[in-house]
């Protein structure tokens, strides 16, 4: 297949596309770099069946016939949104609309990378598909909520209206290597933070609580549903829930770090629980998280020494 990957350089895109290639597909991935890294593709620089564009999926493009569309382009930690409202709205919304045309004139199919924040803060817990949420369509994160919800909707009017074969996940927290080391989130922080003797930061009485899902078994899931003939909405992530104060202490057991733990403000409208139900995957993929929290913070631990090194040398050279 000559399949077409937006966000590629970004860290779930990348490895998207290393699963890809490893699968024998020509892939083209593109990207504006807004908050991914060329870095992330490294390994697949010289491999003929990859290509890189840098393009901003918000205007229009071509890049001739493909097979797949799978559109994961989108600034996605709460900090790149806050920093780039404008362009997470655009690429959700004119960035949707111009990949939905690329498969729909290529007779592709489609899948698009949505995100439990559709969930909003949730009253439903732990969240099936069924649940339409809870989301302030106006405070600091509806220009990534909101974003996701449109292209949802778009996603959707595109299999109703054009019949283009389309699929939409909605990703839970996911971490791993290449997360970016200053992207704001909480694995990125408390990672950093522990490696480097700092304190961990908590934001509120970290009672609020996410559930981590390992990037190779999110990338796992998000294959198997690009393959089924489901159209509608599939929660992919962990569900194992921790309170952001249990991550914390997780991510020094792990490190063994004797970095204290320190607490901060909440951001406004932080989410006060997340958890997916994953009955649908698990019935139609027959597909479930192998790693738990303290394996994938392991396997991510060379990644983040590495980010950290290569950060203070960086700084040592600007002095
Ligand atoms: P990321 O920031 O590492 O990657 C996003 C990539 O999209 C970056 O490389 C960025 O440069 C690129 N991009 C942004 N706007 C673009 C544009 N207009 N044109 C071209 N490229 C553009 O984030 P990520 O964690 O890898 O997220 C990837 C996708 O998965 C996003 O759509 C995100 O909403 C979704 N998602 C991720 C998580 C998670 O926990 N990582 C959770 C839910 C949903
Ligand atoms: N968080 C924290 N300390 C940090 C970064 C994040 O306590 O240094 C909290 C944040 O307030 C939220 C949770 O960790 O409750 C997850 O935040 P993240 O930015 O990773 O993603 P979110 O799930 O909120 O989109």
């Known amino acids: ?43 697949l620089q010289n491999n003929a069946k990859f290509e890189f564009q840098q393009l901003d999926v918000s205007e229009p493009f071509d890049i001739g016939r493909v097979d797949y569309v799978f559109h994961f382009a989108s600034p996605a930690s709460p900090v790149d949104y806050s920093n780039h409202g404008i362009e997470t709205l655009k690429v959700g919304s004119y960035g949707s609309v111009n990949c939905l045309e690329i498969a729909k004139k290529s007779g592709a199919k489609y899948l698009l990378a949505s995100t439990s924040e559709c969930y909003g803060d949730p009253t439903v817990h732990p969240q099936p598909e069924s649940y339409w949420g809870n989301v302030n369509p106006i405070g600091p994160r509806s220009v990534y909520d909101e ?66 899902c390992y990037v190779s078994d999110e990338i796992e899931g998000i294959l198997r549903l690009s393959r089924t003939d489901e159209h509608l909405p599939t929660n992919i992530g962990n569900p194992v829930e921790f309170t952001i104060l249990d991550c914390a202490h997780k991510v020094l057991e792990v490190t063994g770090s004797k970095s204290r733990i320190t607490f901060e403000p909440l951001p406004v409208d932080d989410p006060k629980q997340r958890r997916p139900d994953i009955g649908k995957a ?21 990644y983040f020494e590495r980010a950290i090194e290569l950060e203070r040398k960086a700084e040592t050279a600007a002095v």
Not at 287 to 293: A, R, T, V
Request: aromatic residues 8%.
């Open 147 to 212: 974003s996701k919800r449109f292209a949802e909707a778009m996603t959707m009017a595109y299999l109703r209206y054009h019949k283009v074969d389309t699929h939409i996940v909605r990703i839970f927290n996911t971490y791993g290597p290449r997360l970016q080391l200053n992207d704001g989130r909480v694995i990125s922080n408390f990672m950093k933070q522990a490696l480097r003797g700092d304190d961990l930061t908590v934001y509120g009485d970290g009672s609020q609580t996410r559930s981590f």
């Open 1 to 43: 297949m000559r399949v077409l990957v937006t966000g590629a350089a970004g860290f779930v895109g990348s490895h998207l596309c290393d699963r890809l290639v490893a699968e024998g597909d020509s892939v083209i991935g593109v990207d504006n770099l807004l908050t991914g890294r060329l870095e992330n593709l490294e390994q």
């Open 282 to 302: 698990k019935r139609l993929l027959n597909w479930e998280p192998k790693i738990d929290l303290a394996a994938g913070l392991r396997l991510s631990m060379e």
